[in-house]
């Protein structure tokens, strides 16, 4: 149906509201880093960038970023290798149990992830475990393993089995097939599905809260600090937080962009 | 159904399933069966009792769960009339605008929910971005916007925009055109087309955008403690409570129970209403 002009511009200036909305907190807090005032208030007088500087040098803030990183990193490798054959029962296959086990994948997408925290953590306590950020990994994939195998599923189904059958026919084993065939075909979606789940990972906050143990995440610190009063850290951490999501997402552009050049 | 693919399905699902039943189902037993343990025990060895149940509606915890519903409600409610036009712009008007909002929104999802909303503390408190700049530009003074219950609900239609747009947009994507352009053709009036074509046919889109967008809302406690301040107390934050500042795992559990029965219950009748494979774009 053709459409105005004026419903278009009109369309077209609410998506951009919208997307400045979106984003208005990110800049508040990425222009909040910046002020010298030990005690934030708008607006800023005098700039600094001492808050960025005190936060290397910290001892807790470098600590905060390594376990992040080892529990995102995990969490993404974990997800995608069980998200791949997930994905592949979710959508490709026709088998008696599908519509149950898709059920079962998306059922703790839409749980409050904080009681899941907790659950989580009468589950190890009933099994003797002591939280520490090793069961936070296992927190986080409870929540981020369904969304991995939902993005491969979404590539699986746009593909055609046809492909499958005919290197089956030309001679191919299963596993010749899954490598050969499948595997090529479904990497767009593996890959942004490894991004993904490490992002979501690295950002997580209700599901590391009770899990962590001892430990403490980045999103679980600024947490603590943002509750319990204001510390000019938290800015400038959020803001570094946020800038190593960019750089994550950036490579996995370049890397995408570069292996589609790479076929032609 | 051929055999081998009957296997290779199986075989597939298991690593996942096998995860999941671990790390998921298990911990969500051991829950369901401390709901019935005897308030302020750590241990399963007890007679089961339903005192924990009788607490929630003598304290007063019913109260929360009220608000967490009620505040979910409306929050969907803002969420699909906020959507809906761009949802519909990025299905049918936009052509390369549609790939920027995606990838946009997308991002904005990888930014900690703690961060963005603390982001709109630092926004709307008093003496902060807004009020700030407006005094020190025109004199106006203006109060702090924190700290009450529509502020609550902005911020939950804030952090789970994406989970209604994506879904609508994917729902309006799959009315087809040319029903549309046959009602026009046929007289239809613009409203009678989003009536009785537009919001029917998208109705797979709109269920999952709303379920999600309720659910993920009626479990939310970030957004109430951070910007409604004492304001309400939200059933999440009274399950939290319960299980630390009142060392009362029981307590904690059943109210728990609730929340996921009442979820549980939404997200079993809805998806069972929904095609999957159709949404999420199977060819054949």
Known sequence: MKHAPLTRAALL?????????????????????????????????????????????????????????????AVAVISVVIGFFGALAFA???????????????????????????????????????????????????????????????????????????ARDLGAGTWQVLREVTLPLLWPGIVSAGLFAFLLSWGNFPLSLFTTGADSTLPEWLYAKMVSGYSPLVPSVGVMTVLVSIVLIAGGFAFVWGSRRRRG | MDRTEERQGLLSALPVALVLAAIFLAPLLVVALFAFMPPGSFGLAHAPTL????????????????????????????????????????????RSFTLVITLLVVMSLFVSENIRLFGWVLTLMKGGLLSGYLKAWTGLEMDSALYSVPVIVFGLVYSYLPFMLFPLAQGIAMVPEDVRLAASDLGASRTRILWEIDLPLAMP????????????SAGAMAESKLLGGQTVVVMADEIESAFTYGQNWPLGSALAVILILIIGLLATVALAKVDLDGIMGRRR
């Open chain 2, 205 to 216: 889109g709109i269920v999952v955008g709303s379920l999600l967008s309720f659910v993920l």
């Open chain 2, 51 to 94: 005192e924990n149940f009788r607490l929630f509606f003598a304290q007063g915890y019913y109260s929360s769960l009220l608000w967490s519903l009620g505040m979910a409600a409306a929050a969907t409610i803002v969420l699909f009339l906020v959507c809906y036009p761009l949802a519909y712009g990025m299905a049918k008007v936009f």
């Open chain 1, 13 to 73: 200036v609410y998506g951009i509201l919208v997307l400045v909305v979106l984003y208005v907190p990110v800049a508040a807090i990425a222009f909040a880093s910046f002020s010298k005032a030990r005690y934030l208030s708008f607006p800023i007088r005098r700039y600094t960038t001492e808050w960025y500087e005190r936060a290397f040098d910290s001892s807790t803030v470098p600590e905060l970023v390594s376990t992040s990183l080892k529990v995102a990193f």
């Open chain 1, 92 to 166: 490709r296959y026709r088998w008696r149990f599908r519509g149950l086990f898709q059920k079962l994948v998306l059922l703790p997408i839409f749980f409050p992830q904080a009681v899941l925290g907790l659950a989580i953590l009468m589950w190890f306590n009933a099994l003797g475990i002591v939280p520490t950020w090793q069961t936070a990994i296992v927190a986080h994939l409870t929540w981020i393993a369904p969304i991995a195998t939902l993005i491969i599923a979404i590539r699986a189904y746009g593909f055609d089995p046809a492909l499958e059958e005919a």
